[in-house]
């Protein structure tokens, strides 16, 4: 059994992070995260493919206790959640590749911290390994919310019931774009480039598997000038060509293209 990783403080706190804790009411209490050795936890856990990597945790925990000043569209002040935002990097489990972190749900101390969110995924290794010049782009993210509010990156899209398991078929996408200077990404294709989000309060298990097809790339050309009619080429693994205004590739396309090829080489 892996053995128990210790909670880890935030490693660095940004700037109107810390504008904001210096605004919130009741300056005299404790705002430090200080999670009891008795918290329900949240475990999760990512299998993490050879040619990708786990990028870190985005966890962020609020309070209803220390709140701070803000103020609406129209300059009229009201009151916010206070909340602080932390990077965790799972580790690694052993010699395997899964990667875990532990999250206390709890995050204590007078302000009465409590999990919110959290942001993880994955990306590539080495991306020029599909070609000189790529960087690595989008996609490979999830977010998983616990309460009521939105995450950073929007709202839930997906309500779940108890644990959370998610097993997704992802693809190379490499992006070419030259419109607002010439760059080239290697992104990672499956419902788009937006990321994967999930509303589970009760989740005490999170497990996130992305099945990686390597040999079946997607390349996307943008148009070089733009006017009416300019759309991006997709070409895709089996030839194949749309250019009709699709702005990411199709996962259902994909997915047919490489069945028909495992299709093609049984006996």
Known sequence: MAKKKQFRMPQRLSISLLAM????????????????????????????????????????????LCTFTDHSAYGEPYQRDGYQQMDIQPSRQGQSDIYEAKLPKDGGSECQWRLSNVTFGVSYLT??????????????????????????????????????????????????????????????????????????????EIYFEPILYSSFVVYSEGPKIKEKGSYTKFTYPDGSILENGDFEPRLQKLEAIRLAAEKSKQP
């Not at 009891?36 to 309070?63: C, F, G, N, W």
């Not at 989008?138 to 995450?151: E, H, K, L, P, R």
């Open 21 to 64: 804790l210096t605004s919130l009411s009741g300056c005299a209490k404790d705002q430090s995260l200080a999670p009891p050795p008795d918290s329900e936890q949240v475990t999760v856990r990512i299998k993490v493919p050879a040619e990708l990597k786990a990028e870190t945790m985005e966890v962020m925990y609020r309070s209803t």
């Open 127 to 204: 991306p020029e390994h599909f070609g000189q010049g790529l960087t690595s782009g989008s996609g490979g993210g999830v977010v998983v919310i616990f309460d009521d509010n939105a995450s950073p990156r929007g709202g839930a899209r997906i309500e779940v019931d108890g644990n959370l398991k998610i097993k997704k078929p992802y693809y190379p996408w490499i992006d070419e774009a030259f419109l607002g200077g010439h760059k080239k990404k290697l992104h990672l294709s499956n419902e788009g480039l937006s990321y994967l989000k999930y509303n589970a309060p009760n989740a005490q």
